[in-house]
């Protein structure tokens, strides 16, 4: 697989591609970083400190459209997945984003705290989970 990592979901029998670190572009991981849901998203799993299931992490979209954000941020190297029975397991890749990009993943946590808050003060934002 040229340099990727994957394993094959045995729930959707699709293969999950993870750049390596040395694959990790600085305008791809930005892109991915370009969207509030996906900054909710990082800074959730950076809260949890590990990995956390799709289902457990509330966004103000609907199941489809979240599990599109968390394809984009495994593609672009921000989080790993790996499943776990029907579980989706995520958690961010620090330890490589650090390294390629030092600080960039501790400024799109604060800004996803800042998008969660915002969520919150919403009242329309009933947040479904994924």
Not at 45 to 67: D, N, R
Request: with cysteine; charged share 25%.
């Amino acid at each position: 697989m040229c340099g990727y990592h994957g394993s094959v979901a045995s729930r959707t029998a699709t293969d999950l591609v993870h750049p390596d670190r040395e694959e990790l572009v600085f305008a791809r991981v930005m892109g991915a970083l370009s969207d509030p849901v996906r900054l909710g998203v990082v800074a959730r799993l950076a809260e949890a400190g590990g990995e956390l299931a799709c289902g457990t992490i509330t966004t103000p979209v609907s199941k489809s459209t979240q599990s599109a954000h968390f394809k984009i941020l495994r593609e672009a190297g921000v989080i790993h997945q790996r499943d776990q029975g029907t579980r989706r397991l995520n958690r961010l890749r620090r330890d490589d984003l650090d390294a390629r990009f030092p600080g960039l993943l501790d400024l799109a946590i604060t800004h996803g705290r800042d998008v969660i808050a915002e969520w919150a003060r919403r009242p329309q934002a009933t947040g479904r989970s994924g």
